[in-house]
């Protein structure tokens, strides 16, 4: 089957932390595109002369809205080509291509479980678009715990917005933990937040294994085949509670 690609204007950049970036782009008026909450979309960035080279898969971190505008965050990753170029070479009114939605890493039909979300770095980008969807729309759904990890408290991601949510949504629970933050007054921050890996989080809150709970997890291989063991092997979650979107 011959790809659709879509071309797409670059309106808004904003640094989101030192090493994340939000990026967001409007489809031309004609194109029509619509996606699930959690999809990715596969871009040809400008960034190699051989087409597979310049492929990168980001996923949509904003709820499907019906009016052309995608938001992408993208990490800052050293001597990453495509980083490079988002971080030093994009500008405002630049064209990017890309081809999708691809992924199944979506909200089942029936929220009747309990959510758990788990994700470091921008790996949070589908948990947003997900998020949003459900109370954008009104989904009826039971507890949502937003799991988040990075290494220090500057690289916390819509950290406003989960906030703010949790303040408004008394289902809506945000755990975060910092790796490498060395002074951490917990007091500091409205959310519990721990010191070292994520992973104590979901041992703690989920030791005891349920079968009305989802987990979601999103980001690199180091965090997801650690939480899969964890999940599975160690606390005894049944393989269809745990669902993954791996980014490398
Ligand atoms: C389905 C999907 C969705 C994705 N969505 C997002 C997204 O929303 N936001 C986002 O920032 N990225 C996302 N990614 C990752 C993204 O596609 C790129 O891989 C990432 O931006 C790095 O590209 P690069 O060109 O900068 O680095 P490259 O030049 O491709 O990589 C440089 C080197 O770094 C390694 N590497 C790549 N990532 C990491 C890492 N995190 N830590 C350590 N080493 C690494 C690579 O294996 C390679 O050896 C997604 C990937 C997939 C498959």
């Known amino acids: 089957m011959a790809w659709k690609w879509y071309d797409s204007t670059v309106v808004k950049i904003a640094d989101e932390s030192p090493t994340a970036r939000r990026i967001w782009v409007e ?45 992408f965050c993208v990490l800052k990753l050293e001597g990453g080509a495509a980083s490079r170029y988002f971080f030093e070479e994009l500008e405002l009114g630049a064209t990017i291509r890309f081809k999708g939605p691809d992924g199944a890493f979506t909200l089942p039909d029936s929220l009747d479980k309990d959510l758990v979300l788990i994700c470091t770095g921008t790996g949070v980008a589908p948990f947003r678009s997900m998020i ?54 917990p007091t500091q921050f409205p959310f519990p937040v721990y010191k070292g890996y994520i992973h104590q989080i979901y041992l703690q809150h989920y030791a005891e294994s349920r079968p009305d709970v989802s987990f979601y997890l999103c980001g690199w291989s180091n965090m997801i085949d650690d939480a899969v063991a964890n999940l599975i092997v160690k606390l005894g979650y049944d393989k269809s509670q745990v669902h993954y979107e791996l980014y490398g």
Not at 30 to 36: A, L, P, Q, R, Y
Not at 159 to 164: G, I, K, L, M, S
Request: proline share 4%; aromatic share 14%.
């Open 27 to 71: 489809l031309n008026a004609s194109e029509e595109f619509t996606f699930e909450a959690g999809q990715f979309v596969t871009m040809d960035l400008p960034i190699d002369e051989k087409r597979l080279k310049r492929w990168r898969s980001y996923s949509i971190a904003n709820a499907p809205n019906g009016e052309g505008l995608l938001e």
């Open 132 to 185: 949003g969807d459900i109370y954008r729309r009104n989904l009826p759904h039971r507890r949502i715990h937003l799991i988040f990890g990075t290494r220090y408290a500057n690289g916390i991601l819509y950290r406003d917005e989960f906030e703010q949510l949790r303040r408004d949504h008394p289902e809506f629970s945000y755990d975060v933990a910092l790796s490498r933050e060395t002074d951490l007054y």
